[in-house]
């Protein structure tokens, strides 16, 4: 007899997991669906509020060898061999269309590899669109500047780094930089390198340092706190703050509660296809079911 | 009315769009804070874990010119022109200006992925970040080159002050091959791999080590060809200013300058078109 894995996970538990397939046999989502078999949902843009983002029948496909190599990584083979054998194409999105508007927090959900990561990857610009394209506001950024930071240097200097970085004056750096400090709690290690920080003090400095920044279009993935639960409560509190503040959010993550507390709207992509679209209770209940009917 | 005019009246625009050439410099002028701290911030950081920390930026050089004047100039015998070790000296501290822009610019992009993919910035901010880094490295160096000359005989003069514009047409030609560099690394990543052989090719091709016209005399077409080499006529003009009797071609100034600002315009509309490609994950 065989056994189907599925069966064994009780859904009510893991709610969110669902194997990784995008290199798996299972290549049922692979080119199954052709462009133009999705139906190019008609954006309609309500008038009386100011959009945002418009993503408009977006397609995103990637090209992978069988063996799950990227093309481009492959440089040689595509230099020697014309003819492409063994390549597929893997159309990570299939057709998404959305207005966001102004205050709107909307919550990306879906299984693994269903795309999510993609969309937001493609909103934010770093994927090209095979068709379709996004237009927005200003461009939406990721919150999160650890990668600007050089572990070598002081807290100090990493706190005029990342605020050059994300685009304050150094005026403007200089008025924040009490208050980055207060809110890492660092005030005692602030001349330390930060290499000598532990991970939950360098992970403090970064949120704080990122949380600093007002941003039109915001971009959070599965990384709405840090640090131990006192500041994990603060910092829920700061993106709270920020969410307020900012345009547009965007939240992946597959922590429905975070979804449930920060989104006013959550969108459903499942295999590439956007499934549904609307409010955040209405929404995961119709994902959580579809769980648990597999 | 189609979706990108309905997203132009409310004054959205396409996500990742490559700016107008102006737009573009403009913005990454706007960034210059930025750039200059980064710069600042990674030699700081680069030799902070070593005991002789920044030390080491001026010793690498001083034993490369030790070493190299050692065996080039038993090698060369009595081919080699008069003040050898001044002669050397200037060459290999001035190259490693270049080699750094070269291999540094190469590495601008793909070795900053992460930071190009969270933050929004022009990624020229890059490559000119770390041409910065290459020039305030330079500066110390150039410092301690003087010194080498005066212990090595060299009376100082007035002519070493020359070295200043110098140096910026040299900063010039190197920021227009890091932008070169930092695309077609982007495209073909194994070219970081050849870069050190490059790097090594032009350093015993550009005259660091011997006087052309002492060595390749016998090919006078060689010789002639030297005559419009950037590289080598870089080092030239810089001997002629700080040497006590070397000579150099007041055309080498126009050879260098056309050399720099050719490269810089080329660069950077080369580096500029692809703006779009950066950070993407291929």
Redesign the interface.
């Known amino acids: 007899m065989r056994i189907n894995f599925d069966d064994l996970i009780n859904p009510e538990l893991h709610p969110e997991y669902e194997p990784e397939r995008i290199f798996s046999d299972d290549t049922s989502f692979i080119d199954v669906v052709s462009p133009d078999e999705v139906t190019n949902s008609n954006l309609s843009i309500d008038p009386n509020r100011q959009p945002v983002v418009i993503v408009d029948n977006l397609h995103v496909k990637y090209r992978v060898y069988s063996s799950g190599k990227a093309v481009g990584a492959a440089g040689a083979r595509r230099l020697l061999q014309s003819n492409m054998r063994g390549v597929r194409t893997v159309h990570a999105l299939k057709g998404i269309s959305f207005v966001a508007y102004e205050n709107e927090s909307i919550g990306v959900i879906g299984s693994n590899g269903s795309g999510k990561s993609t969309l937001l990857k493609a909103i934010t610009g770093l994927t090209p669109p095979a068709s379709g394209s996004v237009y927005a506001r200003s461009r939406p950024s990721l919150l999160g500047v650890g990668a600007a930071l050089i572990p070598g240097l002081s807290g100090d200097k990493n706190i005029t780094l990342g605020g050059l970085a994300l685009g304050y004056s150094r005026q403007e750096v200089e008025e924040m930089r009490e208050e980055i400090i207060k809110f890492a709690e660092l005030e005692e290690f602030i001349d330390l390198p930060m290499r000598t920080y532990s991970s939950g003090m360098s992970a403090r400095l970064k949120f704080a340092i990122a949380a600093s920044k007002q941003h039109d279009i915001l971009i959070i993935d599965e990384a709405l706190a840090v640090g131990d639960a006192k500041f994990k409560k603060r910092s829920e509190a700061k993106i709270r703050e920020i969410r307020e503040n900012a345009g547009t959010i965007f939240n992946v993550s597959h922590s429905m509660n975070s979804i449930k507390e920060t989104c006013n709207r959550c969108i459903w992509i499942e295999k590439g296809v956007q499934k549904m679209d609307g409010d955040t209770d209405t929404v995961i209940k119709a994902y959580q079911a579809h769980l648990k009917k597999k | 009315m189609t979706?990108?005019e309905?997203?132009e009246k409310?004054?959205?625009?396409?996500?990742?769009a490559r700016p107008s050439l102006v737009d573009y410099l403009k913005q990454t002028w706007s960034?210059r804070?930025?750039i200059y701290?980064?710069a600042k911030?990674?030699v700081?950081?680069q030799n902070?874990?070593n005991r002789l920390g920044m030390l080491w930026e001026v010793l690498k050089p001083t034993f490369n010119a030790l070493m190299y004047g050692f065996i080039f100039g038993i090698l060369q015998g009595g081919a080699k022109g008069p003040d050898f070790p001044v002669y050397v000296v200037i060459g290999v501290f001035l190259f490693e200006f270049f080699t750094s822009s070269m291999t540094g610019g190469a590495k601008s992009i793909t070795g900053?992925t992460?930071?190009v993919?969270?933050?929004?910035?022009p990624r020229l901010a890059l490559p000119v970040a770390q041409v910065t880094q290459g020039i305030l490295t330079l500066m110390p160096m150039l410092l301690v080159m003087f010194i080498y000359a005066m212990i090595l005989g060299t009376t100082p003069k007035w002519t070493w002050f020359v070295i200043i514009p110098l140096v910026l047409l040299f900063s010039v030609f190197n920021m227009g091959i890091a932008l070169i560099c930092a695309r077609i690394t982007v495209h073909?990543?194994?070219f970081t791999n050849i870069l050190p052989l490059i790097g090594r090719v032009l350093f015993f091709t550009s005259g660091v080590l011997f006087s052309v016209d002492r060595i390749l005399n016998q090919w006078p077409w060689m010789v002639t060809a030297f005559d419009y080499h950037p590289l080598y006529q870089t080092l030239q003009i810089a001997r002629a200013m700080i040497m006590d009797n070397a000579v150099y071609e007041p055309r080498a100034w126009w050879v260098v300058g056309i050399w720099a600002f050719a490269t810089l315009v080329f660069g950077l509309v080369y580096f500029w078109k692809a703006e779009?490609r950066y950070?993407?994950?291929?």
């Open positions: 979706v990108a309905e997203a409310y004054g959205l625009h396409r996500v990742g960034r804070e930025f701290e980064l911030a990674r700081q950081s902070d874990r900053n992460a930071l993919q969270s933050l929004a910035f073909v990543r194994d779009e950070g993407r994950a291929d």
